[in-house]
Structures are given as structure tokens and as C-alpha cells.
């Protein structure tokens, strides 16, 4: 498999890289640019807050490490141990090999980045090998973060299954719940540490550089994982859940090859690639600010203002685990003894609380280090409260977002309900028709949401920003976005909590602990309750519904951070083209420049090939799921009941290898368009071309933005008119839960694949593209350059066509 990858990789870019060597032999001279930044002197006191900030990451890492012992030592039948230890087990085998892949991919990025830092910036042969370092750490931190990811869920998913026999529907949410904690703090303490270390050790001069290539790693690692994880997951779940209309049988069979794949799936999909795309989440918008902070605040102020957004991450964390025990003691009090609760509710809880507790923790703080009597309070004096309000724009919007995702994904929803009620009459054809509906209502809604955000930081800005730095505004939606992020380990934590009771209900099926024998007095003796087996599988179920839900809910976070923040990476650049070409940003972004309109187009079509390419890789994948799954499921009464752990693997197999070649082709294809759109905007006679890409970068941002809500939202209320109709209607078996599942199947690559993986795509496409315009503005470049991006354009448009030509389903053959 591999060696078949490295072949293609050396074939189909064999003019991309000769493109890449040719032009480093030639003449070239430095050049003011973002990349080239220079971080403030910092002062002994200012220091010893950056300690500080590392003691709090090593604390919270502990916190993580407590948890995930906590969820540890929770004791759990025997066969459901086994069954959780074979999906870890695949899990692993899937993670190694993607792995491999990124080390390929890696190759691409360190070519590029060697030869801007070390021919275009000049930075030499240390400074390069310690940004191509800092990259590698970036990868290696996204790779991480998914493993531990796994992992945890992989623990928490059979304690969570067994938990359901002992009828305490409380201890059922706090499994998930402190596993999710558990990922989401160790994600966070692990990436602020790391960027607290860049700030601190690593030599001015280098900082800005070393700060741009851990983000361009980081993005490189989450892209990878998310779109592969991402057409994984949909292969296995398509090719699962088909099963139940084809041969009626019940869901996660343990006959039916494609269970164990699904569940692995659900961690390769559902925790791998969101675990990976919240660490570079986290990372990217910040070095977004702190780029903007060293471009455009005057020069005496750069250093306050970078201690006072690192003081704010660090006091993300403290606030969240705070929040956490809060909520944890008003859950008890509420729902402490009760025989059924309505999972939705602490969750919902915990956002608030922490929402609330980070606005009010955001203010003192800030009146502390910037208000009156302060060094920079003296020179603007209200600059604490408008930071303060700015921020907790975003933070608001973490917890109001949710919020309105819910109105179209809950199982309580008008929306899921009237998707249900459709599929009475209309069956499949209404369900769908139902579920797109949601999705366009929920894209104006929530498009509303982040205009009003932003409108109240662009009128919050107005109030003396401006008399500390240049384009206040643009900093202010940067600001925004790092506010969505104020509750990060609480939004990764309710992210989480989906994919462990998703595995949850497989993983009690599959262990068929209903049918061993005397299994009543075993557990009874053993675990000292006496099981429920009737009301265990109704405590799963809805647990997931409550699962489905926040998964929905913290996609348009992540998205909107990918969006808002890259106005600020976008504007960043545009400063840079300033410096160097002395064009104005007014005359950039200027509808009447013709290359702007061109810009536009292309990012937009970029976008829906995109999402085609993906959802292309799943179909063309759970077709041969599910071809080699009727070949070879056995339902007949002299069949083993459990799963069969060869035929398993070989589901796994066939997702495995349609993921890696939809993500080499739509990688290499995105990585080539930026570089392609970024040299033809070289400035060779006149600067307007230079327009072209930074209307690509915004054309990629706005319409990614409206795609990925549209389809998150419209899965995530096809997934749960199947919930309803499995858990309050009780109708499994039935056409309507046929139709359902159909909404459901199509809603799969909607939400899981195509819309999750635009975010880490959209960051990506930003970062890296700065570095390629500024490659492309070099004085000793930028007359070959549209040469090389037409290289670059057919090398995409090769990839393009790949993704589906070479992707299709292939007819004759399989007559």
C-alpha cells in the first residue's frame, strides 16, 4: 500500500518539486514579512507570568492524567473489556499508518519552508532547522493529542456500557463527560505550553518564524487526520448501518462485519480528527493575534498586550476545570437518585457556567493587569473593559452557538421532529428534503449570530483601540474568535462525550453479555448490583441522542474560530503586501480590480469541489463496504454469533485504503491550488493581480463558513430523526426507521466528513498561503513565479480529476 503512495507521490509531483528546486538556485534577497517577525523584549516580571503559565499547563496536564485514571479504575465486565480492547487495538493499527502518511506529507511542507526561511528570509541553517522543527512539533503535538484521544474514549466507551446495567443514569454522564474533560485539558495545556516556550526561550528573531511554522504543522497534522478520519468513519457507518434495511437485523449485530469498523470509526472520525483539529485550532488563532499584535500595535504596548492574551489562554483552563466541578456538584443535587434524566441538560449547564465564569474572570483579570494605574491603562484608559467586552463576544458566542445548533439537531427540536413526521408519509424522499431544509435554516441563522457578534466588537473597537495599533477592527474579529475558544476544554469535552457513547451502545451489543449464562448472579457477585437489562439499552440510546447533539454543537465553534480567525491571518497579509509593494489595503480589497471577482470564484469553487472530492470518497468506499459485506455476513442459525474477527478486519482494510486515497487527493490538490493561486498573483506588471489571492483566501473562509454549517447541521437532524424514531417511538424495524436510517446515511458524509474537515482546511489554505504569496512577492521571484503556479494549477487540476476518475465506482467490473 504504501510503496503504491510513494510511487504516486514521486510521479504526480514530479514537475511541483522540480518547479521548487530550479527556483532556489536563483538570486534571491530578504524582505519585511510576516514571517520575518521580531517579538518584543519581554520584561523580568512579565517573564515570571510566562512560569507562572507553564506551572498551570503542567497542573492541568495532571488534572487530565487524574481523570483519565479515575475512568481507569471504573470496573467493567470481562466481555465488554475484550470488545473495547479490539477496537483500541484497530484503532492503533489505523493511527500507525496514518502516521506513515503524514511523514510523507511532511515532505511537501519542509521543502517549502526551507526554502522561504532559508533563501527568501535568509534565516540560515540553524534558524531553518529550528522552524522545520518547531513544524514537526506541530505535527507531532495534532498526532498526540488524537492518539490520547483515542485512547481515553477507547477506556471510557466499556465502562460506560457496563455502567448502564446498574440503572444510575447520572453515572452514565459523568463517564463520558470526565474522559472528554480529560482530552480536553490535556489538548489545551499541551499546545499552550509548547507556544509558551516558543515566547520564551526561543530568540526574538526567530520567535515570529518558529511561532508560523508550529502552526503550519499543527494545520498540516489536523487537515490529514480530519479528512481521513472523517471518509473512514462514513465508509464504515454507511456500510453498518445499510445492513439493517438489507437483512433486518438489529443495530451493531455482531454478525454484521461492518460493527467493529464503525466503532472504530467513530474514534478515527469522532475523536482522532476532532481531538487533532482543536489542538490546531487553538494554536492557529493565536499565532493569527500575535502576528497581528507585532504588525500593527505601536511598538512600546507589543509586549503588554502578548502577556495579556497568553494570561487570558492560561485562565481559559482554570475557569473550565472550575466550571467543571461546579456543574458537577449542581448535576448531583438535581439529578442525583433519579431513575431517567434528560442528558441534554447538564451539558447544556456546563457551557453556561463556564460561559459566564470565563466573562466575569476575563473583566477582573484585565482590570488587574491593564486597567487604571497600570503602564498601558495609563495611555488608554477604558482599554481593559473594551478588550474585556470584545473578548467575551466570543466567549458568549461559545455557549449561544450551541444554543442554535440545538433548534436544528436535538431530538427535541422542531426540526428533527418535523424531519420524523415527514418520514410517515413521505419516507425516505421527505426525510432528506427535511433534513436540507434544517441545514439552510440553520446556516442563515447562525450566519446572523456571527454578524451580530462581530458587529458588537467592530462598535466595541471604535472606543480608543485605534490608539494603539492600526485596524483596530480586524483585530477585534481576530479577538472574537480567540474568545470563541475561551471554553476550549469544555467544547472538546462535550465533542468528545459523543464518540464514547456512540461506541458505548456497539460495544454492548457486540459483547452479547445478555446471553452468558448466569451472567445475573455473576455481576451481582462480582460488582455487587443487580443488573437491568431493560432499561440499560434506553439509557444508551438517549445518551447518544444527548451525544449527537453537542457533537453538532461544537463544529460551528470550531468553524466560526476558522473563519473569524482568518480574517485576521488575511488582513496580516494584507499589511505585508503593504510593506513590501506599498499597496494599500483599500486598494487590494477593491470589488472594481477584476482580479478580486476572479479570487472569489475560485475559492468558491474550490469549496464545492472539495466537498464533492470527500463525499466522493465515501460513497465509492462504503459501495465496497457493502459489497463485501453481503458477501460475507452469515445469518443463518448455525452462524457464530459474535463478530468474526477476520472478516472485521477486512471492512477495516477497505476503509483504511479509500480514506488514504481520498486524503492524498484532495491534500495534495489543496496544497497546490494555494501555491497555484498565490504565484499567478504575482505582481509582474502592476500590483493589482496581487488581489487575486486574498480574495481566494476570503472567498475560501465565507463559503466554507455557509457549506460546513449547512451540512453539519442538516446530518446532525437526520441523525437524530433516526433517534427519535429508534428511542421515543420505539419503531426500529419499521420503514419508518428505514427511511431514517436512508436520511441518515446521507447525512453522514454531510456532517462527518465534509463540513468537519473545511475547518482544519480553511486554516490551513490561510496559513500556508501566507508564506506562498509572500514567496511570490519576492523582487527576485515574482516574474517567474506565475510560471511555476501554472505548474502548481495543473498539478491541482491533476488531483481534481483524480478525485473522482480514479475515486469512481468502477460499473464494469463489478457486473
Keep these: 500500500m504504501y510503496s503504491q503512495l510513494i510511487r504516486l507521490l514521486k510521479k504526480s509531483t514530479k514537475v511541483l518539486l522540480t518547479s521548487i528546486l530550479i527556483v532556489t538556485f536563483i538570486p534571491l534577497t530578504a524582505f519585511a514579512s510576516e514571517a520575518d517577525l521580531v517579538t518584543p523584549e519581554l520584561s523580568r516580571g512579565q517573564n515570571n507570568l510566562l512560569y507562572v503559565g507553564m506551572l498551570v499547563c503542567i497542573l492541568g496536564m495532571m488534572f487530565g492524567l487524574f481523570q483519565f485514571i479515575r475512568v481507569k479504575k471504573i470496573k467493567a465486565h470481562k466481555s465488554m473489556l475484550d470488545v473495547a480492547d479490539t477496537i483500541y487495538e484497530t484503532c492503533k493499527t489505523y493511527l500507525v499508518q496514518q502516521g506513515k502518511f503524514l511523514a510523507l506529507l511532511l515532505v511537501f511542507i519542509g521543502l517549502c519552508i526551507a526554502f522561504y526561511f532559508g533563501f527568501l528570509q535568509e534565516k540560515g541553517v540553524g534558524g531553518v532547522i529550528l522552524i522545520l522543527a518547531w513544524t514537526v512539533v506541530g505535527i507531532l503535538g495534532s498526532y498526540s493529542v488524537a492518539w490520547y484521544g483515542i485512547r481515553m474514549n477507547t477506556l471510557a466507551n466499556s465502562r460506560m456500557a457496563f455502567s448502564s446495567l446498574e440503572k444510575k443514569p447520572l453515572k452514565l454522564l459523568s463517564i ?3 474522559s472528554g474533560m480529560s482530552i480536553g485539558v490535556i489538548l489545551i495545556c499541551v499546545e499552550l505550553i509548547m507556544m509558551l516556550i516558543i515566547l520564551r526561550f526561543v530568540p526574538n528573531e526567530l520567535a515570529g518564524a518558529s511561532f508560523i511554522g508550529f502552526a503550519i504543522g499543527e494545520s498540516l497534522g489536523a487537515s490529514a487526520l480530519r479528512i481521513a478520519g472523517g471518509i473512514f468513519t462514513k465508509i464504515a457507518d454507511i456500510g453498518s448501518d445499510l445492513m439493517k434495511i438489507v437483512f433486518k437485523i438489529k443495530e451493531d449485530d455482531p454478525r454484521n462485519p461492518g460493527v467493529i469498523a464503525d466503532c472504530t470509526g467513530d474514534n478515527a472520525g469522532d475523536s482522532v480528527g476532532p481531538t487533532a483539529d482543536g489542538f490546531e485550532t487553538y494554536g492557529v488563532t493565536g499565532v493569527a493575534l500575535i502576528t497581528f499584535i507585532v504588525l500593527a500595535v505601536t511598538g512600546e504596548l507589543q509586549s503588554d498586550m502578548l502577556i495579556w492574551i497568553f494570561t487570558m489562554r492560561v485562565l481559559m483552563i482554570i475557569t473550565s476545570v472550575a466550571a467543571f466541578y461546579i456543574n458537577k456538584l449542581f448535576s448531583k443535587i438535581r439529578f442525583g437518585g433519579l431513575p431517567d434524566i434528560d442528558f441534554e441538560k447538564p451539558l447544556t449547564s456546563l457551557v453556561w457556567i463556564t460561559s459566564a465564569l470565563s466573562i466575569v474572570v476575563t473583566f477582573m483579570v484585565s482590570f488587574i493587569m491593564i486597567g487604571p494605574g497600570t503602564e498601558i491603562g495609563d495611555k488608554a484608559g477604558n482599554l481593559w473593559v473594551v478588550l474585556s467586552t470584545i473578548i467575551s463576544c466570543g466567549t458568549l458566542g461559545a455557549a449561544v452557538i450551541p444554543e442554535f445548533t440545538k433548534i436544528f439537531t436535538s431530538p427535541k427540536s422542531i426540526h428533527v421532529n418535523e424531519t420524523v413526521t415527514s418520514s410517515k408519509e413521505g419516507g425516505a424522499s421527505l426525510n432528506i428534503l427535511s433534513g436540507l431544509v434544517a441545514g439552510n435554516f440553520s446556516a442563515f441563522w447562525k450566519g446572523m449570530v456571527f454578524v451580530v457578534l462581530m458587529f458588537a466588537a467592530y462598535s466595541a473597537s471604535k472606543f480608543g483601540l485605534a490608539d494603539i495599533m492600526s485596524y483596530p477592527s480586524i483585530f477585534a474579529f481576530g479577538l472574537v474568535a480567540f474568545g470563541f475558544l475561551g471554553m476550549g476544554p469544555v467544547t472538546i469535552a462535550v465533542d468528545s462525550y459523543g464518540p464514547v457513547t456512540d461506541n458505548a451502545q456497539s460495544i454492548y451489543e457486540l459483547s452479547l453479555i445478555e446471553t452468558i449464562p448466569e451472567i445475573d448472579q455473576e455481576i451481582e457477585h462480582d460488582f455487587g448490583f443487580k443488573p437491568d437489562f431493560g432499561n440499560a439499552k434506553y439509557y444508551l440510546e438517549a445518551n447518544d441522542g444527548a451525544g449527537n447533539t453537542f457533537k453538532a454543537t461544537a463544529k460551528p465553534v470550531l468553524i466560526g474560530t476558522a473563519v473569524v480567525g482568518a480574517t485576521t491571518m488575511i488582513f496580516s ?8 509593494l506599498g499597496v494599500k489595503p483599500e486598494e487590494v480589497l477593491n470589488i472594481l480590480n477584476p482580479y478580486t471577482i476572479l479570487g472569489f470564484l475560485c475559492g468558491g469553487a474550490v469549496i464545492y469541489w472539495f466537498t464533492g472530492a470527500s463525499t466522493q470518497a465515501v460513497s465509492t468506499g462504503a459501495y465496497r463496504a457493502v ?14 454469533q459474535r463478530a468474526a474477527t477476520d472478516k472485521s478486519k477486512e471492512v477495516v482494510k477497505i476503509c483504511t485504503q479509500y480514506a488514504q486515497k481520498g486524503m492524498l487527493n484532495i491534500f495534495i490538490a489543496i496544497f497546490s491550488f494555494a501555491l497555484a493561486f498565490a504565484f499567478l498573483s504575482a505582481p509582474r506588471s502592476g500590483t493589482d493581480s496581487v488581489a487575486l489571492f486574498v480574495a481566494y483566501l476570503i472567498s475560501i473562509a465565507v463559503f466554507g463558513l455557509y457549506q460546513a454549517i449547512f451540512m453539519a447541521n442538516a446530518g446532525g437532524c437526520w441523525d437524530n430523526a433516526k433517534k427519535v424514531v429508534e428511542v421515543d417511538l420505539k419503531q426500529k424495524g419499521t420503514e419508518l426507521h428505514d427511511a431514517t436510517v436512508v436520511g441518515d446515511t446521507v ?15 480553511i486554516k490551513f489554505t490561510t496559513l500556508f498561503g501566507l508564506l506562498a504569496m509572500e514567496i511570490a512577492i519576492s523582487e527576485s521571484f515574482k516574474d517567474v513565479a506565475p510560471f511555476v503556479g501554472i505548474a502548481f494549477l495543473a498539478c491541482a487540476l491533476v488531483f481534481v480529476w483524480r478525485s473522482f476518475y480514479k475515486m469512481r465506482i468502477n460499473v464494469k467490473r463489478r457486473k
Design 176 to 178: 463520558p463527560l470526565d
Design 573 to 580: 497579509l494584507i499589511l505585508v503586501i503593504q510593506n513590501v
Design 627 to 640: 459489497e463485501y459485506i453481503k458477501r460475507n455476513i452469515r445469518l443463518d442459525e448455525d452462524a457464530n
Design 747 to 761: 447525512g453522514d458524509p454531510f456532517k462527518d466528513t465534509s463540513s468537519v474537515a473545511l475547518n482544519p482546511i
